[in-house]
């Protein structure tokens, strides 16, 4: 695609409730990241997926978190048994897999936990 | 592995005045390094990138970074700030190959008038 898309774009759930966060990375791109930004914080890093090796999980801060990226391509955040304290942006960025290629990063996905 | 520190978390600055946004990182060869920028409501987009060579890079916008080897430093500077600068800076490093990017915490910058 011509950048990297996420959905929703918005999302509003119930503490305690399981989301789903999607991240279509740009065509091509083997390398892609997922990021929390609270509000009024910097970039959390969370998970890193490259090629087809073993993906990075060290930056998930609970059990809770996990993500896969199948075929490569297409990846999905979930947050199982949701937190207040999990209301952030989830940005996610794709790039073409060298550490000198620029990041493209999507517009994020707003969760909010009521 | 890497790291990046960005020690200032908020900087507010006058419209017209100078900018420099400051950026260490930690890592045993010379990285690539990066500065991104999130205007308010916006994704995080490029300015500006070193991978070798000169040490004083340009990027959009009118800003510029200076790699200090010396200083493990990378930071990023603009002569005139203007008002639609007020965004979230992150600066980023990464290793050759294919490893991962490390990115700062930010530097938010507030622009008065």
């Known amino acids: 695609g011509a950048g990297v898309s996420q959905s929703p774009s918005n999302k509003v759930t119930e503490k305690g409730k399981d989301v789903e966060l999607r991240c279509d990375p740009i065509s091509g791109h083997t390398a892609l990241y997922w990021y929390r930004q609270s509000l009024g914080q910097g970039l959390e890093f969370l998970i890193y997926?490259?090629?087809?090796?073993?993906?990075?999980k060290s930056g998930l801060p609970s059990d809770r978190f996990s993500a896969e990226r199948t075929g490569g391509s297409v990846s999905t955040l979930t947050i199982q048994r949701t937190q207040q304290e999990d209301s952030a942006v989830y940005l996610c960025a794709s790039t073409q897999g060298h550490g000198n290629t620029e990041a493209f990063f999507g517009q994020g996905t707003r969760l909010t936990v009521v | 592995a890497q790291s990046v520190t960005q020690p200032d978390i908020h900087i507010t600055v006058s419209e017209g005045a100078s900018l420099e946004l400051r950026c260490n990182y930690s890592y045993g060869a010379t990285p690539y390094l990066f500065w991104y920028v999130q205007s308010p409501g916006q994704g995080l987009q490029l300015l500006l990138k070193?991978?070798?060579?000169?040490?004083l890079v340009q990027g959009i916008k009118g800003f510029e970074a200076e790699f200090k080897r010396s200083q493990s430093s990378f930071n990023l500077r603009k002569p005139s700030v203007h008002w639609s600068d007020a965004a979230e800076y992150f600066c980023?490093?990464?290793?050759?190959?294919?490893?991962?990017?490390?990115f700062g915490t930010g530097t938010k910058l507030q622009v008065i008038p």
């Open positions: 070193y991978f070798s060579g000169d040490t």
């Open positions: 997926f490259q090629g087809n090796s073993a993906p990075d």
């Open positions: 980023a490093v990464a290793p050759g190959g294919y490893q991962k990017v490390t």
